[in-house]
């Protein structure tokens, strides 16, 4: 991006600045607005945190909004990570975690899991010992579930074999879903052009990508667009097999990996806690943000909090937040472990192909970011060659599977400081309340979320699964003048008996219909769990102010909590 006056860029950019509409200024305005409403959101949730059934969870203000502070006074941070997912090497691997059989798999079948969810000799995760939480030392089979759940780094990815099983083609991506969904509301055209160019299937169709009524087998209308609402999770975005009929790699898809989330967990690891933050494993146990054993989450939340409560205390703390364009990164791979020269003589490093992002990015003000900016990366050799990648080798083993490129290369996350006099204050770690308020959770328009919810997701951990866990938080639009609009609010710690109130502030008239308990991975969760379902409508006036709206669920005989912000999007007729 070209050096411009902060005042200049007084919005979110989409990841890598990415400009998905390059011949239409409009579309591409109302992309950039879209993604601008909805990461202000997603940071005023960040900066609430949990104050309904979490103790010291709570009121972030260390976490800072990029776009509302001036960017010269900002210091970037790379934060780092391997995208192999960790805790298949602490469970499985003889990293330290604990698995109810002592199972210590080798490093093929690891790379195996990584790939398919399979070891090298086919068998499945629901196969596998369980495995314990160092943090909770609850006892579940491995998780997260889904088509490539496992692949929980903030990175997934997809393999092309030919006939004689050799690997052709290796699709890399870390493009969050808020993105596409965002891209999708504008235009869903322009979501088939790039699905097609990006994973190279001219065969993909619109239909293909649409959320269908399980039941009439009609695509389901998103009364937020008017349009087909998108599937996050269609048949070129799902699994780790990618064949001319299905397949590939275009987004996140596993439950954790998403950038709601991974907002959250920045803003939670901005609080200095009473053990410090030298052990990031002890770190993320207190202040219970992600997962343990991951290589990204207590990393992350390590990194962070050291820029808020710096160890050397000659070091000034600061306010923490993601750089802008918040998102998430692959690094270029370290191929010094490769054989440098394939069996032509050619360089490696050349199958390696940026297809969406850019390997560097600059500031508002024309300062080079620290790291690669790439979103979707191919590892292929040309097929004029008389070779494929599994004729490569890294570390002198021919590559058998796609986890062993990635294990060569890093994910990252531009952390940004600002220099604060004082320092934040430390509180204790997370806890449970004496009394549990009711927590919002999640919103929809509610035949969206039948469509989800009825919407069986198979995966190789044999668990049940529905679609409402692919969903995101971006908040669904009502106008203002609208009666009678059917949502669907998903919570957890209802209690009081009855029907618990619900508000969405001046203008907007709620009537609660129904309450019903429903199973699902709400985004950012590793595990599903059973939450409540409210169905409502509401009835938007006329004069109401247009904007985001917070969400208040209050239990009978309790007051008013704090409201979940952003929930709800009112638009002028």
């Known amino acids: ?55 010291n969870a709570a009121d972030n203000t260390w976490y800072f909004n ?48 990584a790939d398919t ?7 499945p995760f629901s196969d596998l010992p369980q495995i314990t939480n160092p943090c909770s030392a609850v006892v579940s089979n491995y998780g997260p579930f889904g088509p490539r759940g496992w692949q929980d780094e903030y990175c ?59 039941v009439r087998k009609t695509p389901i209308v998103d009364p937020s667009t008017g349009k087909p609402a998108y599937n996050p999770l269609n048949k070129w975005n799902s699994g780790p097999v990618s064949t001319a009929s299905q397949g590939g790699a275009m987004h ?52 962070v909090n050291q820029l808020v409560a710096p160890p050397n205390p000659a070091s000034a703390s600061m306010k923490a937040t993601l750089a802008n364009p918040p998102g998430l990164y692959i690094q270029t791979p370290d191929f010094a472990s490769y054989n440098y020269q394939s069996p032509d003589g050619t360089d490696v490093s050349t199958f390696w192909t940026i297809v969406r992002g850019k390997e560097e990015l600059h500031d508002e003000l024309g300062r080079k970011l620290p790291g690669n900016y790439i979103l979707h990366a191919t590892f292929q050799v040309p097929a004029s060659k008389p070779y494929t990648v599994s004729d ?15 294990q060569t290369f890093f994910m990252q996350i531009t952390g940004a400081g600002l220099k604060q006099s004082g320092k934040a204050p430390e509180q204790s770690c997370v806890a ?32 049940p699964m529905n679609l409402a866990s692919n969903s995101t938080l971006i908040a669904p639009q009502v106008k203002a003048g609208q009666s009678n609009v059917s949502l669907v609010i998903t919570a957890d710690t209802l209690s009081g008996g009855g029907f618990p109130q619900v508000s969405f502030g001046d203008g907007v008239t709620v009537n609660v219909q129904s309450l019903a308990k429903v199973t699902y991975a709400v985004p950012g969760n590793t595990y599903p769990g059973e939450v409540s379902a409210i169905l409502l409508t509401v009835t938007v006036s006329a004069s109401a102010a247009p904007g985001p709206r917070s969400l208040w669920i209050t239990n009978q005989g309790q007051a008013q909590s704090v409201g979940f912000p952003a929930a709800l999007h009112v638009v002028s007729a």
């Open 1 to 55: 991006m070209s050096p411009q006056t902060a005042e200049a860029v007084r919005r979110f950019l989409t990841p890598a600045n990415q400009i998905d509409f390059p011949q239409d200024p409009t579309l591409q305005k109302q992309l950039n607005e879209a993604w601008t409403f909805n990461l202000t959101g997603f940071t005023q949730q960040g900066i609430t945190g949990n104050p309904w059934n979490s103790m």
């Open 66 to 113: 990029p776009v509302t502070t001036d960017p010269a006074e900002v210091v970037y941070q790379p934060i780092q990570w391997n995208a192999f997912p960790g805790r298949l090497e602490y469970y499985y691997g003889g990293g330290g975690g604990t698995n109810s059989t002592g199972l210590v798999l080798p490093t093929n079948d690891l790379q195996a899991l």
């Open 117 to 123: 969810g399979k070891t090298a000799g086919g068998k």
């Open 156 to 214: 997934e990815w997809s393999v092309e074999r030919d006939a004689n099983g050799n690997i052709v083609r290796i699709d890399f991506t870390c493009e969050n879903p808020e993105y596409w969904n965002s891209l999708w509301a504008v235009s869903p055209d322009k979501v088939l052009e790039l699905y097609r160019s990006t994973l190279g299937k001219p065969q993909i169709q619109l239909a293909d990508l649409q959320l269908v009524d399980p």
């Open 252 to 303: 996140l898809t596993s439950t954790p990996n998403t950038l709601q989330t991974e907002i959250g967990l920045a803003s939670a690891a901005t609080v200095p806690r009473p053990g410090g933050n030298g052990n990031a494993q002890a770190l993320i146990c207190c202040a219970q943000y992600g997962q343990p054993a991951r290589n990204s989450d207590p990393h992350i939340g390590q990194s």
């Open 392 to 406: 490569l080798t890294i570390n002198g083993q021919k590559i058998q599977w796609a986890s062993q490129v990635a």
């Open 432 to 463: 449970t309340p004496p009394t549990l308020l009711a927590q919002p959770l999640q919103i929809f328009h509610s035949s969206v979320f039948f469509a989800l919810v009825q919407t069986n997701v198979p995966n190789v951990m044999g668990v």
